[in-house]
């Protein structure tokens, strides 16, 4: 299945992919309190929508966002960096995932942003202090993930947490595609497009920590609960390490691809853009 997030009489639900349609399941707060019992129902699952819909990404919105940095050997090597002896994660806010097609702006003070195509799993169960095994057995589904940074912000000191969590800057989609539709997450591509041109390109397979590993890790922490996102790190090619370095700038589009999950693209737009669209919303 195809799991989306949709607004839907003033919530959002989580909803399954229905050819031009979307058949509703629940609220998402309460689709992740039963997550595969609701998946188990979806045959009997009822309205369904069609037209126009207010498409949003399908997690809660208290989901901790766990990153992995560092995790493919080639990007460590043109980072400059020694491999981690653990998973290097890091947190970002779920209110920075946006569905694809959502514009980026480029924050005051960069020179533009840098793109990070990402596998990421969305957890469907509650985990503490799991083995890795159990981690694996607990993803619900996968997505294509695109961590973009404000490297400007990223690296004027030595937390992240500026730099990774801009405005808008976690495009995540198009879908959350279930576990039983992919069954070897480590066999697939990732690519990343900038206008066209691939800027990475690399297989699930070459990452360092697999996604056992960056959970159990994770969990001797932090209490992982039904929604929590794993994005699970960027292969080589991201333009801080080009040659002079290369950014993304407003009027370009940026797509991350991962084999049988889809295309999350990305329109990058001036600062001005993000203001002009809040002046028009409605308090």
Not at 177 to 186: A, F, H, L
Not at 252 to 257: I, M
């Amino acid at each position: 299945m195809r799991l989306v997030g949709v607004r839907h009489e003033g919530a959002t639900w989580v909803g399954v992919e229905r050819g031009v349609e979307i058949q509703l399941l629940a609220p998402v707060d309460e689709f992740y309190a039963d997550p595969y019992g609701w998946l188990g129902r979806a045959d009997d699952a009822g309205q369904r929508l069609g037209g126009d819909r207010d498409l949003r990404v399908p997690v809660p919105r208290d989901a901790k966002v766990l990153c992995a940095g560092l995790n493919y050997h080639a990007h460590v090597q043109e980072a400059r960096r020694d491999v981690p002896a653990h998973p290097d994660v890091f947190g970002r806010w779920a209110s920075t995932l946006v569905t694809s097609g959502t514009p980026v702006p480029v924050p005051t003070g960069e020179a533009g942003l840098d793109w990070e195509g990402e596998l990421a799993v969305i957890i469907g169960r509650t985990l503490y202090r799991a083995t890795p095994s159990e981690v694996e057995e607990s993803v619900i589904g996968y997505t294509c993930f695109n961590d973009i940074s404000a490297r400007t912000h990223q690296t004027n000191a030595g937390q992240w947490t500026v730099g990774k969590n801009a405005d808008n800057s976690g495009p995540f989609g198009p879908a959350v595609v279930t576990y039983d539709e992919i069954p070897d997450p480590y066999r697939l591509r990732i690519q990343t497009r900038l206008d066209g041109q691939v800027v990475q390109e690399a297989m699930t397979s070459q990452m360092i920590f697999n996604i056992g590993r960056i959970g159990a890790y994770v969990s001797e922490c932090i209490t992982l609960r039904p929604g929590d996102v794993i994005a699970t790190g960027t292969p080589s090619g991201v333009g801080l390490a080009r040659k002079p370095p290369v950014f993304m700038q407003p009027g370009q589009v940026v797509e991350v691809e991962i084999t049988g999950i889809g295309v999350v693209s990305t329109p990058i737009v001036h600062a001005a853009a993000r203001i002009e669209r809040a002046a028009a919303s409605p308090a």
